[in-house]
């Protein structure tokens, strides 16, 4: 690791000037190092995205991801002399606070070179793995069992149950898999762990496999995630050379070897039944449970399924302890949880956090709080799957059993940061949509449940709705929930469900007043210019894309409504609140 | 056995049984739609959900097995709520043509329908449009009344091992259809109707060629004739309320007279005549060309169908002999007419089959024209014969009974047992050990082949030869047959099996695709034993021993296997494709 090469990256966030500077600071910066002979000691990266926002400049150096912001040419030889270690740098460095975060499954993404096993191995890499090799299987066990590890694919079950099930089959083979079938809009949690840190997936799997007397892994992963699936492969290769993986691993008796299989594209593929069934080549379509995998899996053998992010979590615990791992978090859920945060926050990117901390804290202390400075009005976790949870529980922990109270679900790890421009009608038929397009359509309540939600989303956000609709949506929803046959149809309502518990006079408006206050539904809003309040700036005008608006500065500025296409871009650039949105 | 609690009446039943099982023990009946009990369930439909007391959670009752200790509510307020918004969900997908619909009456979404007292449609409709698939002479798809349950795919699929069915796209967008989006009749189709008796609903039926026979019926110049097929008369009672299994044979020769059938026959006498057929092809076998046993039996369309396009390797192995339908058809034609010096032109020539592959039987082959014409020109299922009965009015339970015509109406007790699996062999059984032998075996009870199991092997002594036999129906078990078929021949001498019959559907053909709808297996183990019945109650068990079939060879064909037989009661076999694109 003390080998690396120092590596600065750069990026204008915003905010301090109106051109970007990147290109600017990283040509001085290049300049600088050549005068100093350093140009070969340092590298230098220009990156379209560093996960902060309006901070200027920001630099993040590797190795240690320190971040400097604000960062003018006259601070640059400074910032040389902090990269190479001779000095402090205090008055830059950025301060959101990282105690905040924990990285336990992050610890290796973007520190480590993922094609290199010795970076692995130098950060400890198959240090568990040896360690598990010297315990027997139900030790292993039982070290996960103190761990208090819960699935993190959404669901929460005890891992150590899942492979104590397993192990107890009498039948042989048995299957290990990981679930790298990430599918929710806007989430990369498992990408980032299969990219950044192959090889703990791999021990993981490892561990697993010889908790459970199985000498078979499968990764299940995506096609449309290549770069994880040759970052992957190639990691399986060094292994294999350095004996972590083949025959008699490490000179024990354990054998294992692994399997690299592309999903096709299917969201419900994510879910564990599905999954099996395309693996062995079937329509991927869920099957009812019981049997459990772990009982009839893959091939109608003993299998246990877990998601990347659960499998990088195991070497960890067997490294440095049960104990160790249940100490982060809470008791019923412990360790930490990697969420993908978009949505209308200032920094928004990959975070993983200890378990039981506030959505407050999330949101504000890491995130930045809400980037166009308006009231937070919502969170939403879980993704297609998850609820859409009000400002007002924003001090609640987020763990297992409060998000589900809530009417939201832990899921993956989607967390989306809604603030009032964010219409709750249009946010649940966009997840509806999604739904939509991925019920496998085998069983009645999602195949017929979603399209008809979807259906009357449609029919309110166009203004067509009626009261009763709400009815309708209520014990649709509640048919699906309780008659779905696997996790995707029995969730697929939560964003409808939930938004209409806790938003219903937002669906009234839209219902009764045929106004939809976000200015989403396009069918319900009508911009307008007021005369009085306008300045004649034609800035509206300048910035319409398809010149509705007309008019000169004597005259004034009119919309011309058959031409608007109500994307509120007058509404957004009028400095002078002259374009009402209603 | 699990003790258990429902509605908080004790249950015991046995490890393994479903909720939905248990609960009909303790005489509660939880709706469901996909689940038939002949088949495992898809769990497709969400409407037999239950609780576990005291849980917010629902499970499926059709495919949860109850466990020790199990406190299950099947019905509260909200399970009955989420049923019927699972059952009105079901509704807006479906079109509302109950009124033209083939199904009327004894479909079981309009039953649900009712049970749930639904008056009104609560969700918007949205109709998935598809064409209809008439391109088979048997099957009819109509999946735009289709309900997704599954059964079909999961009968065509795993019982029959045809695949010919699938579910096609994802979603909403899901639609019955073969796989590839081809019509039926270019895919692996056997044409076993099975998908047709496991519908739920009217999105899969059998071709409807009833209006064709009531023109010929009406039609003063036809001279209308009919079979009937061992397996329906035990099964077409069914329609007019009456058990599985109730033998009706002599009601129903009447209710044939009354539609307007001049001259009824029985298939069963086209069963005898393939009796003297096959057993004399299995003897020549036998004492001559032992290296083409085992001789497989032929009379199942479906069975051979499938054979052309999934085993053609077996052909040398088939019997020669048409199917006692097609037998019977052509001496219809030929026979019947040059001895009682009618006009073949005139003969309109009606099978009543349990079957959906008889409608497709009759064109199969040159062969299926022998009398110079279409030896038969209408099948109908028994379905169809209990539909025309209804139509004409006819107080099928009041009939008085009737005999058939003669000959071709007198069976020995050897041609009814054909409806049943292990039939054909237990009769072919009975004549060929009488000419091996020249004695009947030692009990004409041959046991070992009758029954539901799978495959049925035995071992019979004929002249100190240990013949060996395998019965299988349901196509998937016949793979395993064919198997050891393949193993024994690889390894060279003796042959896996001397002798061995195939019928395609579950039970045989009182189990067949065309048969009154709800069949289970205690349907088919009580039709079968209605054939049983009838065959212990004849004075004549074995085909050769049945005057009426000595007196067609007498005046008409000679003997079994001679130059009229060969003409009218054999036909030939090949290799077809799959997939016709």
């Known amino acids: 690791m003390n080998m690396q090469r120092p590596i600065v990256f750069i990026k204008d966030t915003g905010a301090t000037a109106k051109r970007d500077a990147t290109r600017e600071i990283y040509t001085s910066l290049l300049t600088l190092l050549t005068e100093r002979g350093l140009q070969d000691a340092i590298q230098v990266v220009r990156v379209a995205d560093i996960g902060v926002y309006d901070k200027g400049v920001v630099a993040k150096v590797l190795p240690g991801g320190k971040l400097y912001a604000n960062i003018t040419p006259a601070d640059l030889p400074e910032l040389v002399e902090a990269v190479l270690g001779a000095r402090d740098l205090a008055r830059l460095q950025l301060t959101t606070d990282p105690n905040k975060q924990a990285r336990l499954v992050l610890a290796n993404c973007g520190t480590i070179d993922p094609d290199s096993i010795d970076d692995y191995i130098a950060a400890g890499g198959y240090e568990g793995l040896r360690k598990a090799l010297t315990m027997s299987p139900e030790q292993v066990i039982e070290e996960m069992k103190a761990s208090g590890l819960r699935g993190r694919g959404g669901a929460g079950f005890p891992t150590w149950l899942k492979w104590q099930l397993t192990a107890r089959q009498q039948a042989t083979p048995r299957y290990v898999i990981c679930n790298g079938d990430e599918g929710d809009p806007g989430a990369y949690m498992d990408r980032s762990i299969l990219e950044g840190d192959p090889h703990a997936v791999l021990e993981g799997m490892l561990i697993g496999g010889y908790a459970m007397g199985s000498a078979h892994g499968i990764l299940y992963i995506r096609a449309e995630y290549p770069l994880a699936v040759t970052r992957m492969e190639k990691a399986i290769i060094q292994a294999r050379e350095r004996g972590f993986v083949g025959e008699r691993i490490l000179g024990s008796a354990f054998s294992f070897d692994f399997e690299v299989r592309l999903g096709a594209g299917a969201f419900v593929c994510g879910e564990e039944t599905s999954l099996i069934a395309s693996v062995e080549g079937k329509r991927g379509t869920p099957r009812p449970r019981p049997p459990f995998p772990s009982v009839k899996g893959l091939w109608g053998k003993p299998t246990t399924i877990n998601n990347v992010e659960t499998w990088a979590n195991v070497p960890f615990i067997l490294r440095r302890g049960g104990a160790a791992f249940a100490a982060v978090g809470t008791t019923q859920s412990a360790g930490t949880k990697v969420f993908a945060m978009t949505g209308m926050i200032r920094n928004s990117g990959l975070i993983e956090v200890p378990m039981g901390i506030s959505l407050r804290e999330i949101v504000y202390d890491i995130g930045g709080g809400v980037a166009s400075g308006k009231p937070l009005k919502a969170v939403q976790t879980g993704g297609p799957s998850g609820g859409v949870i ?130 989403k539904c396009k069918a319900l809003v009508t911009y307008t210019i007021l005369p009085d309040a306008c300045k004649r700036c034609s800035l509206c005008m300048k910035s319409c894309p398809v010149k509705a608006i007309s008019g000169d500065r004597t005259v004034g500025y009119t919309i011309n409504q058959e031409l608007c296409i109500k994307c509120g871009q007058c509404y957004n650039v009028c400095k002078f609140g002259a374009v009402k949105g209603a | 056995m699990i003790n258990a609690r429902i509605n908080d009446i004790l249950v015991q039943v046995p490890d393994g049984t479903t909720i939905l099982d248990a609960a009909r023990k303790v005489q509660v009946r939880i709706p469901t739609l996909c689940k038939h009990p002949d088949l495992p369930p898809t769990a497709a439909c969400g409407i037999c959900v239950v609780r576990i007391k005291g849980s917010a959670k629902m499970l499926r009752a059709c495919c949860t097995p109850i466990e020790e200790g199990m406190d299950i509510i099947t019905h509260d307020p909200e399970i009955v709520a989420v049923r019927r918004s699972v059952v009105e969900l079901i509704l807006s997908a479906h079109p509302n043509e109950c009124l033209t619909c083939g199904r009327n009456g004894t479909c079981e979404l309009q039953k649900l329908a009712a049970d749930f007292g639904i008056r009104e449609e609560e969700f918007a409709k949205h109709l998935q449009e598809a064409p209809r698939d008439e391109t088979t002479r048997a099957v009819t798809l109509e999946p735009r009344k289709c309900i997704k349950c599954g059964r079909c795919t999961e009968v065509c699929q795993d019982i029959q091992d045809v695949w010919a069915l699938s579910l096609l796209h994802r979603g909403f967008e899901t639609r019955m259809a073969p796989a590839g989006d081809i019509s039926l009749a270019d895919s692996p189709c056997v044409k076993c109707g099975q998908c047709s008796a496991h519908c739920p609903t009217g999105a899969i039926f059998e071709k409807d060629d009833t209006r064709t026979v009531w023109n010929a019926l009406s039609n003063p110049e036809t001279h209308a004739v009919v079979q009937i097929a061992p397996a329906v008369r035990v099964a077409l009672g069914e329609a007019f309320g009456y058990e599985p299994g109730e033998l009706l044979t002599r009601k129903t020769y009447a209710v044939l007279r009354r539609l307007g059938f001049k001259t009824v026959f029985d298939t069963s006498f086209g069963a005898d005549v393939c009796v003297m057929e096959e057993a004399a092809e299995f003897e020549e076998r036998f004492r001559k060309r032992p290296t083409d046993l085992p001789l497989i039996t032929t009379c199942c369309p479906s069975w051979v169908d499938f054979m052309e396009k999934f085993h053609p390797d077996m052909i040398r192995h088939f019997s020669s002999c048409k199917s006692p339908q097609a037998m019977l058809g052509a001496l219809t034609k030929t026979y019947f007419v040059e001895k009682h010096n009618l006009d073949v032109k005139r003969i309109f020539n009606v099978a009543v ?116 036999i395998a019965v299988a129906h349901g196509l998937r078990n016949v793979e395993y047959v064919l198997d050891r078929v393949r193993e024994s021949k690889l390894k060279g001498g003796e042959p896996a099996y001397h002798f061995i019959e195939v019928m395609a559907c579950p039970g045989g053909c009182i189990g067949g695709g065309g048969q009154p709808y709800g069949v289970t297996d205690e349907f088919r183990r009580k039709r079968a034993e209605g054939l049983y019945l009838d065959d212990r109650k004849h004075p004549v068990r074995a085909s050769h021993e049945n005057p009426h079939i000595q007196q067609l060879y007498g005046q008409y064909l000679g003997k079994p296997l001679g130059k009229k037989s060969h003409q009218l009661l054999h036909t030939k076999y090949t290799a077809r494709p799959q997939y016709i694109k």
């Open chain 1, 390 to 519: 009000p400002a007002r529980f924003l001090d609640s922990p987020v763990d297992y059993e409060n998000l589900g109270k809530l009417g939201s679900i832990m899921g993956s790890g989607g967390l989306i940061v809604m603030d009032e421009d964010n219409c709750m009608v249009d946010i649940a038929k966009f997840y509806l949509q999604f739904c939509v397009d991925e019920s496998c359509g085998k069983c009645a309540p999602c195949r017929i449940g979603t399209y008809q939600l979807l259906h009357y989303y449609t029919k309110i956000s166009e203004g067509r709705g009626e009261l009763a609709d709400l009815d309708k949506i209520r014990s649709i929803g509640q048919a699906m929930q309780k008659a779905s046959l696997c996790g995707l149809g029995q969730s697929a309502a939560n964003p409808a469900l939930s938004t209409l518990r806790y938003f219903e006079d937002e669906y009234k408006e839209h219902i009764v007043n045929k106004r939809c206050p976000a200015r």
């Open chain 2, 353 to 468: 089959m349990p079957c959906t592959a008889k409608k497709y039987e009759i064109t199969r082959a040159g062969e299926m024209y022998s009398s110079g014409t279409q030896d038969i020109d209408v099948v109908l299922t028994t379905r169809e014969l209990a539909r025309m009965i209804k139509q004409a009015g006819i107080d099928f339970r009041d009939l008085p009974e009737e005999d058939p015509d003669h000959i071709m109406g007198d069976y020995a007790g050897a041609g009814v047992i054909f409806g049943a699996t292990g039939g054909v062999m237990e009769a072919a059984l009975r004549t060929a050990h009488f000419f091996i032998t020249g004695s009947l075996p030692a009990s004409v009870d041959i046991t070992p082949v009758r029954g539901l199991d799978g495959v049925k092997e035995c071992t019979m002594d004929v002249k100190g030869t240990k013949v060996r």
